[in-house]
């Protein structure tokens, strides 16, 4: 029996984590799980846990108006060493690049805890951009003991870093378990009325250039801190012309962050736009099933970059560097930046060239087959008992399967 205590704080871990937490949930003999939440975000999250099902055995609570990553670092640094001490965990698992990913790490090695990385060795080698995941993301990879790549190109980041090779576990991202659980889950009545308001309400075929028939919907979602100022403020420009260009073809619906700094020059500068529906933050369930009624994302986020491509959507990432290459490589996500003119012309080019387009939507995910929260859960039992790491526990899949 292991004590396995599951660490984070976002949505996006939130949903990362949870097929992790289900799998060592159905091996009550091997596992003793507990989860500990920091609350870096406290609504966002809690929408997640009830979808999952995911019961918090710790709640850190952080959650501050403008907290700054050094505090929210501190917090749960402070927060996290009591609930170490009393639960003397085997293993501290992690997830992604978040400031709660970094501490936390940090934390469990100063309790002498062994630390499991889920989603590790994702590198830009920007240690800007994206900020300030890629050092957090470094530092966790740092301090962890197993490592959780979704691809193979992870594993070879983690590898020229200097991690030994039978630390490192492929086996796909977490996100497409999650992905594939939530598009089984009929939309609920506010998300209809969602769907039924930015015109795809009825239900979604497909046309003849392989598009989603009807009014043609571009989800958009910009948040980044790189972003703040010019940057967003230039995607806005560029937003505004398309919805222009398109008026009465073309709909956004971007749900906005309630950061300050994204808020208040988006609703500034596209509130009053036809065409372009501003939204709060949306539920998971929701955005899983707008990605599956869109024609196209714009987006900074790297979940939606993983998520989208599975459901056949091609990405214009509103970002200068990527750490995720592989959707590019698979021809199904480019780097756009967050340029006006290179924004209008990458649209403009999918929404009026068929070929363009079909070239893109092609349903591949790079990123996994739904089995990666059992592969982690068999990773760390092989762990217990290391004769059997490369024997009968399936640890390891195929590069193609995730590549």
């Known amino acids: 029996m292991q004590t396995v205590l599951c660490v984070f704080g ?8 949870a097929p992790v937490i289900r799998e060592l949930r159905r091996r009550p003999d091997r596992f003793r799980c507990r989860v500990c939440v920091t609350a870096q975000h406290r609504d966002m999250l809690d929408q997640v846990m009830r979808l ?8 850190l609570d ?12 501190a917090a749960v640094l402070a927060g996290l060493e009591p609930v ?9 698992l992690v997830q992604g690049d978040t400031t709660t990913v970094a501490a936390a790490a940090l934390a469990a090695y100063y309790a002498r805890a062994r630390v499991g990385h889920v989603e590790a060795g994702l590198r830009s080698h920007d240690k800007w951009q994206p900020f300030p995941e890629e050092i957090n993301r470094r530092i966790a990879g740092v301090a962890a003991d197993l490592h959780f790549a979704p691809t193979e190109q992870s594993r070879r980041n983690l590898l020229a870093e200097g991690v030994p090779d039978d630390a490192v576990h492929v086996t796909g ?13 009929p939309p609920d009545e506010a998300t209809r009325a969602l769907l039924a308001e930015v015109g795809v309400g009825g239900g979604v075929g497909e046309g003849a250039d392989g598009a989603p028939a009807g009014p043609r919907l571009i989800l958009l979602t910009a948040h980044r801190r790189e972003s703040f100022g010019a940057p967003l403020e230039s995607v806005c420009a560029a937003v505004r012309e398309l919805a222009e ?8 619906v971007y749900p906005v962050h309630p950061n300050p700094n994204v808020r208040e020059p988006v609703y500034r500068l596209l509130g009053d736009v036809p065409g372009v529906r501003l939204v709060p933050p949306l539920d998971y369930l929701p955005l899983v099933h707008l990605l599956r009624h869109c024609t196209l994302v714009l987006t900074d986020s790297g979940g939606i970059q993983e998520e989208a491509p599975s459901l056949g959507k091609p990405v214009l990432v509103l970002r200068e560097v990527t750490e995720r290459p592989e959707g590019i490589d698979a021809g199904v996500v480019k780097l756009v930046g967050t340029g006006r003119e290179a924004i209008v012309s990458a649209v403009s080019r999918l929404l009026d060239d068929p070929a363009a387009y079909r070239e893109m939507a092609t349903a591949v995910s790079p990123y996994g087959d739904g089995q990666a929260g059992r592969r982690i859960a068999d ?24 590549a």
Request: glycine content about 4%; charged content about 25%.
């Open 84 to 92: 170490l001490q009393r639960e003397r965990p085997d293993w501290v």
């Open 62 to 73: 952080v959650m501050a108006s403008g907290q700054t990553p050094t505090q929210v670092a």
């Open 173 to 185: 991202n977490t996100v497409i378990d999650a992905l594939h659980w939530s598009a089984t889950i």
């Open 245 to 252: 260009r398109y008026a009465g073809d073309v709909r956004f």
């Open 52 to 59: 999952f099902g995911i019961e918090a055995d710790y709640d």
């Open 10 to 17: 976002t949505r996006p871990e939130a949903i990362k984590m």
């Open 379 to 402: 990773a760390l039992c092989a762990a217990e008992h290391p004769a059997v790491e490369h024997g009968d526990v399936p640890v390891r899949i195929p590069a193609e399967a995730v």
